[in-house]
């Protein structure tokens, strides 16, 4: 993805007139920033963001020809209309650890007769700039009846420069043999 253009955000102008303008405010903090930079960006992109990446996610910003590397690290949103309210970016040092997200996502899950029981999709971590990742896909078609998948059986995580924040037998998703749809049985209570 090529790098999102920002602008220093104009205080002149509140926050509610912005957005009725199509502009989204944010802030950029950490990494060479002392200070907590407030920005702004035209909802179309902070739009198409909000599509394409998710929190976690690394990207570049050009603030005034600068480029940064960040990742996304909240996104409010109006419940009611989703309309994008504000954007935070954390920057990244090359050299400096970072805490993060890794997002599971499920490829197949619609095949998967068994009832599928999801646990943990959001995997939490630190790693360097550099070793961040912001998503890993897990194959579910062919997996057979009460598998259960956990942190420590993905390979990705495997990986000596990721710094896991959560236990390796922490389960990602199983697979029950009970089939998607069907109810158990229930016994009347006796009156």
């Known amino acids: 993805m090529k790098p999102i253009t920002v602008d220093r955000r104009d205080f002149t102008i509140k926050a509610k007139k912005l957005r009725r303008s199509g502009i989204v405010p944010g802030n950029v903090f950490g990494g060479p920033f002392s200070e907590p930079v407030s920005i702004q960006m035209e909802e179309a992109v902070a739009n198409r963001l909000f599509r394409n990446k998710r929190e976690g996610s690394k990207l570049k910003l050009d603030l005034e020809g600068q480029l940064i ?19 935070s970016f954390q920057a ?26 999801k646990m943990v999709m959001e995997i939490p971590y630190a790693s360097l700039p550099e070793d961040m990742i912001d998503t890993i896909t897990i194959d579910a078609e062919g997996m057979a009846s009460g598998s259960v998948v956990t942190v420590g ?3 990705e995580l495997k990986s000596e420069r990721i710094e896991l924040q959560i236990a390796e037998d922490e389960i990602v998703f199983r697979l029950n043999d009970k ?3 069907s109810a158990p049985d229930e016994k009347p209570d006796a009156e």
């Open 69 to 87: 590397s960040v990742q996304i690290k909240e996104k409010v949103v109006n419940t009611l209309n989703h309309e994008i309210l504000h954007m």
């Open 92 to 117: 990244l040092k090359d050299d400096q650890k970072v805490n993060s997200v890794i997002h599971i996502l499920l490829q197949n899950a619609e095949k998967v007769t068994d009832s599928l029981e």
């Open 153 to 155: 059986d993905i390979p």
């Open 179 to 181: 089939k998607r749809g």
